[in-house]
């Protein structure tokens, strides 16, 4: 055991303790519900949650399932997108109040099927766009969690749960996660079932994961990917990660551009070799590109919900203004220049393990109003590469500062195997 509270425990740390016979779920259990009653009424990660007598007795019920199951019965979080055939999915809409699914999402059956337990459905701005629900930041109440997987990010961030799903269209997982100082994931498009999951935009979307540690990460891949082969080698030290300056896709504050100098210097002190990204504006152009996709998509996909505009956002109401707006010729270049701009990135430097580039532009800025500006994200979610968000770095103020890395295509194993390891040799990156 270590020195850390029960609800700090990330998911394997939980695990093994149950295992080792130092702790119990039950015990666990309740610390992350002492948690959530100290600090739910001021964080408002759920949306939607059993109590804690609710809870217990499911445990209970099936305690002998969970003692021999890999999750042991420990409480997960889920993202209001996402349905729950036991709690309403509203997608942080009004137009849903009180909508109730008559089946679980498959990621969430296969949770369940290992073990885990839904303690509740977190936050999630409307439709997992940009209008953002009550969910403050853990780190700093004053300041945006990020969206659209705000809830999930702070639930685990703030140790009420040790992991939670999300989801990702343009930058819903990583920069929340790097906002709130914890590790996200996002998978390689198509990695996972979407079934059961709101659509939002078909060529960009995907699930994400919330957790505290990149271990966690790779179990709970393992259990969405229903594959009880998980690989706990000791990870090999990378050799190449190429340096994507946040400049390539946007602007960077100076606090994020002095964090990225200083890990790459501890990175090439390590004698990881770390070249730099020249990108010729081809990174930054994916911005424009992924905004068309999106747009488009999202007219069409919801098409029901566009014919209620009494009960959408102004922001909302707005991209489905864009997307309505938007021809076809014009989304089928988006579509190919991204294609085509996949292609040639990965010819760069074939021998890199991973390329790193800031996960957001700053710090999570000050204000409920707003969740923070998508664009780090949207280059690497319009090519459907896998991405995984280190914590640890802070700026000037103490808020977290995240960093991205991001693999090849269909090889998320390797990108974690990359990250597992800079989690445990570079100073900083580390919870």
Not at 124 to 142: D, I, M, R, S, W
Request: aromatic share 6%; hydrophobic share 40%.
């Amino acid at each position: 055991m270590t020195d850390k509270l029960l609800n700090q425990l990330s998911l394997v740390e939980a695990i093994k303790a149950i295992e080792s016979g130092d702790s119990t779920a039950e015990a666990i259990i309740n610390a992350c519900y002492d948690q959530i009653d100290a600090r739910e009424p001021q964080v408002a990660a759920w949306q939607y949650s059993l109590t804690r007598e609710q809870y217990l007795h499911a445990y209970h019920a099936n305690e002998a399932f969970f003692k021999g199951s890999r999750l042991k019965g420990l409480p997960v979080g889920i993202k209001d997108t996402i349905d729950t055939a036991a709690m309403p999915t509203e997608m942080g809409s009004r137009l849903h109040v009180g909508r109730q699914p008559v089946d679980d999402a498959s990621c969430v059956a296969l949770l369940q099927q290992a073990g885990g337990v839904v303690l509740g459905k977190t936050v999630t701005t409307e439709f997992a766009y940009f209008q953002p629900g009550v969910t403050a930041n853990p780190k700093n109440l004053g300041h945006t969690p990020g969206g659209s997987s705000s809830g999930s990010a702070a639930a685990v961030a703030d140790y009420m749960v040790p992991a939670a799903l999300g989801s990702q269209t343009a930058a819903s997982v990583i920069r929340p996660a790097a906002y709130c100082g914890t590790v996200g994931y996002v998978g390689s498009y198509g990695e996972f079932s979407s079934r059961g999951i709101q659509p939002l935009s078909q060529s960009l979307d995907s699930l994400g994961v919330f957790a505290r540690s990149v271990d966690d990460i790779v179990l709970l891949r393992s259990v969405l990917l229903s594959n009880t082969d998980v690989n706990s080698d000791e990870p090999m030290k990378p050799k190449r990660i190429l340096v994507c300056p946040g400049s390539n896709v946007g602007d960077t504050d100076e606090d994020m551009n002095a964090a990225m100098a200083e890990l790459v210097a501890q990175l090439q002190q390590q004698g990881i070799e770390t070249p730099e990204l020249d990108s010729c504006d081809l990174i930054k152009r994916l911005v424009g590109n992924h905004e068309t996709v999106m747009a488009y998509e999202v007219y069409r996909n919801l098409a029901t919900e566009r014919q209620h505009p009494e009960t959408l956002s102004e922001s909302f109401c707005g991209l489905l203004h864009e997307g309505a707006n938007i021809s076809r010729a014009d989304y089928l270049a988006a579509l190919l220049n991204i294609s085509k701009t996949a292609r040639w990135l990965w010819h760069q430097d074939p021998d890199i393990d991973a390329i790193l580039a800031p996960a957001a532009p700053g710090a999570a800025p000050v204000g409920l109003a707003a969740t923070g500006k998508p664009y780090m994200s949207r280059p690497w979610q319009a090519m459907g590469l896998p991405v995984v968000t280190l914590p640890g770095l802070t700026n000037a103020a103490g808020l977290p500062l995240g960093v991205q890395l991001i693999g090849k295509a269909r090889d998320d194993d390797s990108l974690l195997q990359t990250a597992r390891w800079l989690q445990s040799h570079v100073k900083g990156l580390s919870l």
